[in-house]
């Protein structure tokens, strides 16, 4: 039987939690949120975008260094998309705040779940 592409997602974020350690590995069942700096059609541009972005926010340079960076294969109607993400955080307004810092240097993102 081939897992579902939510229960794939669950056990990546497990996963995750687990090696990032902190607040989401003691809770793996509570929402996990996320800021998403970027998407790829694959993994060689999402890794592309990432050092692009990090040469214009220390910010994200930063959140990477500390392990916070997750780059992921995620599987979609329309195809696979690569992407690139900084997290975790444990609230939506806590990510929120993130995303704000990052826009106000110019960085598109979106808070995600």
């Given amino acids: ?44 541009t999402a890794n592309a975008r990432l050092e692009e972005i990090e040469r214009s926010h220390a910010a994200v340079r930063t959140a990477h260094q500390a392990g916070r960076v997750l780059i992921y294969r995620q599987e979609d109607k329309r195809g696979d998309f690569w992407r ?14 993130y995303c704000g810092q990052l826009r106000t240097e110019g960085q598109s993102c979106l808070a995600v779940r």
């Fill in 1 to 44: 039987m081939v897992p579902s592409s939510a229960s794939r997602r669950r056990f990546g974020l497990l996963i995750l939690a687990a090696v990032l350690g902190g607040a989401s590995a003691a809770r793996a069942d509570a929402p996990t949120y996320w800021v998403q700096i970027a998407a790829a059609a694959n993994e060689a």
């Fill in 84 to 97: 690139v993400r900084i997290g975790p955080f444990e609230t939506h307004e806590q990510a929120r705040q």
